[in-house]
């Protein structure tokens, strides 16, 4: 197994991409702390992780809002308390306002940037003296910070997915004398819980749309599953991906390539 005796702290881990990135840490042997601040969706997870972990690995969780100083203290001290080093950090928390430009409140904006932006960079920053050489710092970035689709309004979003890129490049350099590795995973449409309450609440015109687009825009002909980010997550964090810092890793079907 490729993870066996690593651990891996995974935020928003309750469910979509999260949690199939949690269950795959699992799977190939890794201890997995999940973050999420729903403690019924944590405990759900928590479940079915257990059933599936192989070797034993364990599966922990903690609720607790990244979107604050009193989240992101909450995680550290979880981490501290555990006496052992972190190997994996998977920033995966996130918020998508998916709203015209000049509808954008600024309770909105300030949502997007705690928990898309300021959550990793100070629960990365918080958690080097716990973090060794040879770990690996994952942010789960999107395809929105470089290429838009029509009809779907993304400025907010894409604003801060394009800051998470250039966290990712500039700690690529800060960290890399530590021996840490930094990647982000940019995926394409993922279908995930998020994904779906942003379409809702679009005309039944743009859902028809974006469907459409959709079909014949990506060159594998379908949208994501979440499973197929895990499977970039566990290269990253592995071995396998010792000389590997810096990138932003597309896994969106093809989408990007044109």
Not at 86 to 108: M, S
Not at 204 to 233: H, N, T, W
Request: with cysteine; charged share 20%; glycine share 10%.
């Amino acid at each position: 197994m490729r993870l066996h005796g690593k651990r891996a702290l995974v935020t928003g881990g309750s469910d979509g991409i999260g949690l199939a990135i949690a269950g795959a840490f699992s799977c190939e042997g890794a201890d997995v702390l999940i973050v999420g601040r729903d403690g019924n969706k944590l405990e759900a997870a928590r479940d079915m992780l257990a059933r599936e972990a192989k070797d034993g690995a364990a599966i922990e969780t903690l609720s607790a809002d990244l979107a604050t100083e009193a989240g992101i203290d909450a995680v550290v001290s979880r981490v501290k308390a555990s006496g052992q080093p972190l190997d994996i950090l998977v920033n995966n928390a996130g918020v998508a306002f998916l709203v015209p430009f000049e509808t954008v409140t600024e309770d909105q904006f300030q949502q997007s940037f705690a928990l898309n932006v300021t959550a990793a960079f100070f629960l990365t920053q918080r958690l080097l003296p716990q973090v060794g050489a040879g770990a690996s710092v994952i942010n789960i970035s999107s395809y929105f910070a470089s290429k838009m689709i029509p009809k779907r309004p993304s400025s907010l979003y894409s604003l801060s997915k394009g800051a998470l890129n250039s966290l990712t490049k500039s700690l690529a350099f800060e960290l890399g004398p530590r021996g840490v590795r930094v990647n982000a995973i940019a995926p394409g449409t993922v279908d995930t819980a998020m994904r779906r309450k942003s379409i809702v609440n679009l005309p039944a015109e743009a859902q028809a749309d974006l469907k459409a687009y959709v079909e014949r825009s990506y060159p594998l002909g379908r949208i994501g599953s979440p499973s197929d980010i895990a499977g970039m997550a566990i290269h990253l964090a592995s071995d396998e991906a010792a000389w590997t810092s810096g990138g932003i890793f597309a896994v969106d079907g093809g989408y990007t390539a044109g």
